[in-house]
């Protein structure tokens, strides 16, 4: 295996880093459906069970499910709808 890219590889890094950027940087709609089978099959193939997949509409609307399963494993009281929202008091940070 070659260590060194030939000027052809070279000449290409400027079209795969812009289309890697433009994929990282959609905000297009993913496939729910194909992406939880992708998911899916890596954990077939490493051989471990598989996660929950779960989507959500938005990163907000994650932080906002994550903080509220969060608050309720642990006992606090964290409405998602509520304007003030109250988590467990566990002292200074």
Do not use: C, H
Not at 4 to 17: G, H, S, W
């Amino acid at each position: 295996m070659s260590e060194k890219l030939t000027p052809e590889q070279e000449a290409l890094i400027p079209v795969y880093r812009q289309k890697w950027r433009a994929i990282a940087l959609s905000t297009e709609r993913i496939d729910r459906e194909k992406a939880s089978e992708a998911v899916k099959a890596t954990y077939v193939l490493i051989g471990i069970e598989e996660p929950e997949i779960v989507f959500y509409d938005s990163p907000n609307a994650a932080l906002i499910a994550t903080l509220s399963k969060l608050s309720q494993e642990l006992g606090g009281d964290w409405d998602s709808g509520s304007d003030q929202r109250k988590m467990p008091n566990y002292g200074e940070y």
